[in-house]
């Protein structure tokens, strides 16, 4: 399932003059409507399998088994996942991966047992680990370095706009038809990407990277865990950014685990309730996002990421002392706006400051390592729930994650900002290696 941080009309990042829109390249208007559609069906998911674990009794333990699922098969496959992006026809990787996905998600809808979900909850991310980098890696390809930050913040927007509608409709869904129906749906939009990897022409990899060695001898080299590590570390700035970031994720997405008893126990919303709050996210997250697609260069892009991080560590402690639902509600907006902000610049500098052959490991290596601080974080939520309880879970890690922020801005004192000239721009258009 693609990780998503959680109406109306959209207001898409703006075009300078004389730019040309984003939505002339053919490819593009195939993948950014299918790739939008799989997300309201992920949000539909993940929102019915939260409910489904806490209406079993599962307990913070249930929950955070469920989101130890989602992310440990992007943990263990990072460098396997990111060399087969890179070295692999992105066309066949996408198809296989995503056909897993189909197959996942239509067992999930079949079965209710907690060992049958877990499992195929795996599975499922098994096929997200390997598809997310290769989508990652193709847009570039696609639209080109110089509109990679256009097109990120799009699809940051677009998601935003795909959480409030799945959001909604999972309230409705699982209150209505239980929870095998939205996960049902899930899996017809994992058809519509599907389809639409068969129809893009655009494509990479399909040779293998290495040094001149196996070159010769016509071997792949090994894939290594760390390879995509190694890759963001020979960039200070980039490094910086995501080194403190792994933290910050660490410390607030302990909250994850005890969000559904916030809301369900102690405000005492319902199911419905539950799912249109995540939309309130989603409605800020789309402001955020386009605020952040203004961003010119690398320069403001860390400073709208430094403001977006310290606004989300400020709402998770105010929701943590929300005294009714409409407070909650308020507090989400904001916190909406700040994440979207976050990821709508972490995207282009990932991407634009990598050479184009090496940004399928990069971006599983990203994945990988903040899925490993998710996983650390669900121990740390069900512990602190257990003992401190929902609210105060939610106030802790608000604070200690501001704490990560400051600490953040005092590494970047004095630190380049400008893009590495080392950065090999992408060609635009169909072009598969061989």
Known sequence: MKQVLRKGFV??????????????????????????????????????????????????????????????????????????????????VLL?????????????????????????????????????????????????????????????????????AGAALAGLVVGAHGAAAALLLDAATFGGLLAAAALVRTRRGGRPVGGPADRIAGRPPRP????????????????????????????LEAVNVVEVFLVRDDLGASATSYGVLQGFFGAGAVGGSWLAGRCGDDGERVRALLLGLGGTAVAIALAGVSPTVAFLAAVLVVLGVSNGAVNAVLGPLYVVRTAEAQRGRVLAAVTGVSRTGSVLALGLGGLAGGVLGARQTFVVSGGLALLVVVALVWSLRGVERTAPREAVPSPVGPALAT
């Open 96 to 164: 296989v991966s995503t056909a897993v996905q189909v197959l996942a998600c239509t067992g999930l809808a079949l079965v209710a047992g907690a060992g049958p979900t877990y499992l195929l909850v795996v599975v499922l991310q098994c096929g997200q680990a390997v598809a997310g980098p290769t989508w990652g890696a193709l847009i570039p390809r696609i639209v080109g370095d110089d509109e990679v930050g256009r097109v990120l913040a799009l699809q940051q927007s677009l998601i935003a706009v795909t959480a409030v």
């Open 11 to 92: 207001r898409l990042p703006s075009r300078r003059p004389g730019r040309p829109s984003l939505w002339r390249h053919r490819d593009l208007r195939l993948v950014v409507p299918a790739r939008m559609l799989s997300f309201v069906g992920d949000t539909l998911a993940m929102i019915a399998l939260t409910l489904r674990v806490h209406d079993q009794g599962g307990g913070t333990v249930g929950i955070a088994l469920l989101m130890a699922a989602f992310a440990l098969p992007s943990v263990l496959m990072m460098g396997v996942a990111g060399a087969v992006a890179d070295r692999f026809d992105s066309r066949t």
């Open 224 to 251: 290594r865990t760390l390879d995509g590590l190694r890759v963001l570390r020979r960039d200070r700035l980039v490094w910086l950014v995501f080194a403190w970031t792994v933290p910050f994720v660490i410390v």
